[in-house]
């Protein structure tokens, strides 16, 4: 019940396409979904996030899509550029058995954008 | 956001010695996380340090394999013990910032256990 599961595992798209990223859990007490961008050799950085009483969010190119009954959120990045290319994770806030507040992340979705 | 550093940046550790990672912040935030990344793969939470308390463990972590230092508001300890192979992987330092409780990340640790 933890899990989040994200798909697809890689991502081709074309410069200047759009580019859809798509999560789902079944935690209904996960309370924030942020997205993530990884470089190679780099730590996770924070892109964008949502919390779930937002159906949307924008942020310049990149949009979260949050379906609160379908439990599902996705990441849009429209004109998608080659410094886009990277690994994306998108994740989900819930709580510990300690109490704590603790991210599950989802598998991770490598994007290649290409000329 | 947050400034985090993390050294070494890379290690190779022979099997059976231990590693300690350190996690330094540019402002006082009183939650801190590890996490542990292995090659390819997701993220996965090894445990909790919030500064004046013991560090709270994620299943499959114990304090005798990962025992965390948390001094102050902005430094922490990550200790790799008794490594093998196995314990090859990122080790990434996060902080919890801001009144939307957003998580930053340090640059990571590579380790390579021989």
């Known amino acids: 019940q933890q899990q989040v599961k994200q798909s697809p595992q890689s991502l081709i798209v074309q410069k200047g396409g759009i580019s859809i990223i798509n999560c789902a859990y079944e935690?209904?007490?996960?309370?924030?979904f942020p997205w993530y961008q990884q470089f190679p050799g780099k730590g996770p950085a924070l892109l964008i996030a949502?919390?779930?009483?937002?159906s949307e969010k924008k942020e310049g190119r990149f949009t979260i899509s949050f379906n609160k009954s379908a439990k599902q959120f996705s990441l849009h990045i429209m004109d998608s550029q080659p410094g886009d290319s990277a690994t994306y994770f998108c994740?989900?806030?819930?709580?510990?058995?300690?109490?704590?507040?603790?991210?599950?992340f989802g598998t991770g979705t490598r994007l290649t954008i290409i000329p | 956001s947050a400034v985090i550093s993390q050294k070494p940046s890379r290690d190779i550790c022979q099997r059976g010695t231990s590693l300690t990672i350190q996690c330094q912040v540019d402002?006082?935030?009183?939650?801190m996380f590890w996490y542990r990344q292995q090659p390819g793969q997701s993220l996965t939470l090894i445990a909790t340090?919030?500064?004046?308390?013991?560090?709270?463990?994620e299943s499959g972590f114990v304090i005798d394999k990962f025992p965390i230092s948390r001094p102050n508001l902005t430094f922490s300890t990550l200790t790799v013990s008794n490594m093998s192979p196995e314990d090859s992987s990122i080790y990434l330092c996060?902080?919890?910032?801001?009144?939307?409780?957003?998580?930053?990340f340090g640059p990571g640790t590579r380790l390579t256990v021989t």
């Open positions: 996060s902080v919890e910032v801001g009144t939307g409780n957003e998580q930053y």
């Open positions: 935690n209904t007490a996960f309370d924030y």
């Open positions: 949502i919390r779930p009483d937002v």
């Open positions: 994740a989900a806030r819930g709580w510990s058995n300690f109490g704590n507040e603790k991210l599950t």
């Open positions: 402002s006082q935030v009183t939650m």
């Open positions: 340090a919030n500064q004046g308390s013991e560090a709270t463990y």
